[in-house]
């Protein structure tokens, strides 16, 4: 394998990892304060459509991801009052965001741009490069991205930091393991859970906002392609650490983008196989094959105050 060829692989790869990067970091959060969130894909999808319209009507690709992360922070905040508030069940209420999110984005694309879907495309945000990394070879993609590309790696340590060097995270892991402990202390379970969950939406609609600014710079009905199934995947592998789900993010990205640099060299094998690849490899992590790691005590179950 040459240079190039490994080189565009990995600027493959850190495209393909960017939605799923910003997914999986959304959920750890929601996981550590003990919800689990299965409108990832729905949150993903909506973020998406919402960008590309804003940027659309503004011609500006940072309004459009400024409104991604309104809606995020709106589905965010009504799944925490259904499952933080009414105790829905934590399943059953992201499947029905799933449902809804769907529906609602290919209903109102169009309503706006018709039912021919004719090509829509926008100029999207632009990358950027740093002067000398971003002509390294093999590591050079790693400095010639997007804004929103760049913003994805910086939230790991962040949020790294935030869970593990804060009070409020301190606050956030305690709900996770023992919300009964934790209002023994004066946290206040039920708003922890749903500003998780706003967090948690914002950075998945983010993650969408990528998907249509800066990867398609469109919006296809159902663009999301499960990636948001696959950012719940991640979040095991990566054993519920910013770290371990950067890597896991990574390791995905590299399987999607892989799929497609073997399409491209022809071999003599059905694209099928290539294309299911990385759902095989989610499979495998939900059957229990890779990355057992032990949950939250709490997570999945609902709060009532003692």
Do not use: K
């Not at 490899?281 to 939250?296: D, E, H, K, Q, S």
Request: hydrophobic share 60%.
């Amino acid at each position: 394998m040459t240079a190039d060829l490994l080189t565009a692989l990995v600027a493959s790869t850190i495209t393909m990892a960017v939605p799923l990067l910003f997914a999986a970091l959304g959920e750890l959060i929601a996981e550590r304060a003990g919800v689990l969130n299965i409108g990832l894909e729905g949150m993903l999808l909506s973020g998406a459509f919402v960008a590309l319209v804003v940027a659309l009507l503004s011609g500006s690709p940072a309004l459009g991801a400024a409104g991604a992360l309104a809606v995020g922070a709106g589905l965010g905040g009504g799944l925490g009052v259904f499952v933080a508030r009414w105790n829905a069940s934590q399943v059953v209420a992201g499947t029905a965001l799933n449902l809804l999110a769907a529906g609602l984005t290919g209903v109102a694309y169009r309503a706006v741009f018709g039912v021919t879907g004719a090509a829509l495309t926008i100029p999207g945000a632009p990358s950027w490069r740093l002067p000398g990394l971003a002509a390294l070879p093999v590591l050079g993609p790693f400095f010639d991205q997007t804004l929103i590309g760049y913003a994805a790696f910086a939230a790991v340590p962040l949020v790294g930091w935030v869970l593990g060097g804060t009070l409020p995270g301190l606050r956030l892991r305690m709900v996770g393991e023992n919300p009964y402990a934790a209002e023994t202390q004066g946290v206040v379970v039920g708003r922890v859970r749903v500003a998780a969950l706003v967090v948690c939406g914002m950075l998945a609609a983010a993650g969408g906002a990528y998907l249509s600014l800066a990867y398609a710079r469109t919006f296809v009905e159902g663009m999301s392609a499960g990636r948001g199934f696959i950012a719940l995947a991640i979040v095991i592998v990566g054993r519920r650490h910013p770290i371990g789900v950067m890597l896991a993010a990574l390791f995905f990205g590299f399987a999607t983008a892989l799929q497609f640099h073997f399409q491209a060299m022809g071999l003599a094998v059905p694209f099928q196989f290539f294309l299911i690849l990385p759902y095989v490899l989610t499979l495998l992590v939900l059957a229990g094959g890779i990355g057992r790691a032990t949950a939250p005590a709490a997570l999945g179950q609902p709060y009532e105050r003692a």
